[in-house]
């Protein structure tokens, strides 16, 4: 299962379009050639979703070979890049599509595609672990040893997530093992030269690396950090802590065959480790929605995951947690959404800690909770401001962060935009400010950032 707030995000970019729109995407991804060439009547042949994806790129996602050709006769832009800079040749690697890559890669617009776009869909095969692609790649012209973006080698992809199949046969093929960088981050906050006032990668090919990172937190002291990943599909907790000044590298802590586990965070004391997960209470089959659930320290570790209880979760969705000093623990959910918008339509909550139980949840109402999406709450321990993730028409990206701070009668301010300081034309979410209020952590495309807390003080009026 793909990160759950990202399904929400294409779920919305389709809600979004009108009828006609829907429905000619959807017959390209379907493969009905006579009503895709009707629609075309009243569309132009490169329109595009919301993401930036056109006919192609859904053709080549659903695997309708049928629906290329007739796109490629009609002559589309074959080397169109969607918003993440993906092109549909690209796709044929990420969605496992040899045939139709083949296809794509005899086109006239695509001559040159092994040093514009090879680093990225070498990547991609590596990330998969999908070796047949990889020797496809490099038959087909991929330099053994090309760099991406981030600097890594192919074989520095595969040591670096344990892909050792794919990395002894790179050794065979005659990769440079001297390339491969061995990170040992050292100091406070991961070595990193602290951020001023413009974001910054965080401790970029050690924790923001080619997978996909998601929320993320320090405990208190900054000398244990815990964040989550997205493998193929199925997200796992990892973690690295400060030994001797010296950061370990980052080892797995919570992880499950069948289960995802995300979102991380600490309890005020530190003696649980709070996170989402569709795991179900009873059974083996995945629920439909995700609940939240903890792991408590014990002299071995951690305990076996404790679902957080039905005052907290509900038939619908929950995720995200964060806590106030007192233990009040703040969190989203659409347990009040009509059924049909359960996965689109999440506001925000809170639920006092009182003698070792949390109370009934209440919603903070308007102006924060609005029709649209608000989720991904972080809320100041002294509870004086919350940031969380927007989806709103007004928006940058595919989803922002918006900042409210609460008045002297308790109420909040309208959420403000947090601009393009913090977002993109992409999607921003998981916020988090480190104990000593100075730094601003949060997820931006699949990535983690950092930020001086300051910019925090920018909106507050």
Known sequence: MKK????????????????????????ACGGNLVRLDSLLSGNALDTIDNRGRSLLHWAVACNRPEVVNFLIDKDIETGLEDGDGVTPLHMTVRYNRP???????????????TGQYGAAMLETAILRKNLPFVKKLTENGVAIDIRNDRGSTPLE??????????????????????LVRIIQPIGAYMGQKTPGMIRQLFAPNFISTEESEFGSVFNAAATEFYYAVDVNGKNEIRYSRLVNNQWSQPEIILSHERYSYNDPFLSPDEQRLYFISRRPINGTERQEYHDIWYV???????????????NINSEASEFYISFTNEGTMYFSSSVNAPAERRRSDLDIYSSKFVNGVFQKPVSLGVPVNTADYEADVFVSPDESYIIFCGIKEEGLGRGDLYISFKKPDGSWTTAVNMSDKINTTGHELCPFVTADGKYLFYTSNQDIYWVDARVIEEFRN
């Open 4 to 27: 759950f707030r990202f399904l929400i995000l294409f779920l919305l970019a389709v809600i979004s379009f009108n009828a006609r729109a829907q429905n000619i995407f959807r017959t």
């Open 99 to 113: 045939l139709l890559f083949e296809r794509l890669i005899a086109l006239p617009g695509n001559q040159g595609w």
């Open 157 to 178: 992809i595969a040591t670096r997530t344990g892909t050792k199949e794919i990395a002894d046969w790179l050794i065979t093929q005659g990769a440079d093992k001297n």
């Open 296 to 310: 408590e320290k014990t002299e071995d570790g951690w305990s076996e995951p404790i679902n957080a209880g039905s």
